[in-house]
């Protein structure tokens, strides 16, 4: 039985990675899928793919950072889905570095992407979910929203903003039908992590295969996550039998935060 027939939802971030694959998983549960992020070619792309194998998908250009364009996805969506009831805010960018060497427009920008862009396509979209008394946000944090280590201040920093956000945003909405909640993976094989790999091979004396090892010991499964995983998490908060799961921050990482 598919759960999300009839239900709309938007996927900020949708053109690659994590977003790709929660868009996969939704329509896969019968839900309409709207895909937003900046490179309009990743967007469409994966919207051509799914509405290719039978599903309702499309793409809008956006880029959270902005009110107006937020508020364009949020009106153009409407009248593709004709209701938003899922919203994920899957869009995210990751800076590395010092606190002494972080520049402060990197910091305000991973700062105007992960965390005011939850906030702003929550407020254009939650409210609405509310008025009809059924609603899913789910924001992608991070194991970096509930720890941290060394060289991910600003990027430690957003995703601690977003589960902080996603909390108070669940108490609001907590009588209307609406739950928010946040999943938290740790290192997941996509572009973003291939940036890191990157990293550490530019400024480290590690090769990018002693790299990926380092990565993948982060967690006691010695691996890094599927897309897919993260997706699998989205969909149990979106499914209309996890609406007592509330301002929960649902940790994807093998078992890394609580081991010694
Ligand atoms: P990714 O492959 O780099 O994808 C990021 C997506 O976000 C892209 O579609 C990108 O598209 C979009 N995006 C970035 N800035 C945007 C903006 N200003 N407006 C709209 N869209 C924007 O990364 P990913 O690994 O799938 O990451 C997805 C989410 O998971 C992020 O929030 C990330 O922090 C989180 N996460 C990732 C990992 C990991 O290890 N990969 C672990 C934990 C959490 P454009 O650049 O075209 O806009």
Aim: proline fraction near 3%; include cysteine; glycine fraction near 10%.
């Amino acid at each position: 039985m598919l759960r999300l027939v009839g239900k709309g939802a938007v996927i900020t971030g949708g053109g690659r990675g994590i977003g790709a694959a929660v868009a996969r998983g939704l329509v896969e549960e019968g839900a309409s899928v709207v895909l937003a992020a900046r490179t309009v070619a990743q967007v469409e792309a994966v919207a051509e793919e799914l509405t290719a194998d039978g599903h309702r998908a499309w793409a809008v250009p956006c880029d959270v950072t902005d009110p107006e364009q937020v508020a364009n996805l949020a009106a153009v969506a409407n009248d593709h889905l004709g209701k938003i009831d899922i919203l994920v805010n899957n869009a995210g960018i990751a800076i590395a570095g010092p606190v002494k060497s972080i520049r402060l427009k990197d910091w305000e920008k991973v700062m105007a992407v992960n965390t005011t862009g939850t906030f702003l396509c929550a407020r254009a979209m939650m409210p609405a979910m509310a008025e009809r008394g059924w609603g899913r946000v789910v924001n992608v944090a991070s194991i970096a929203g509930l720890a941290a280590g060394q060289y991910i201040s600003a990027y430690a920093a957003s995703k601690h903003a977003v589960i902080g956000f996603t909390r108070a945003a669940a108490a609001e909405m907590a009588a209307h039908g609406v739950t928010v909640n946040a999943v938290c993976p740790g290192y997941v094989e996509t572009a973003m992590t291939e940036k890191t790999l990157d990293n550490i091979e530019a400024k480290t004396q590690l090769g990018r295969d002693q790299g990926r090892k380092m990565l993948e010991k982060v967690s006691p499964q010695e691996r890094l996550f599927a897309p897919e995983e993260v997706a699998y998490l989205v969909l149990c908060l979106c499914d209309p039998r996890a609406r007592g799961v509330n301002g929960h921050a649902l940790v994807l990482d093998g078992g890394a935060l609580h081991t010694a």
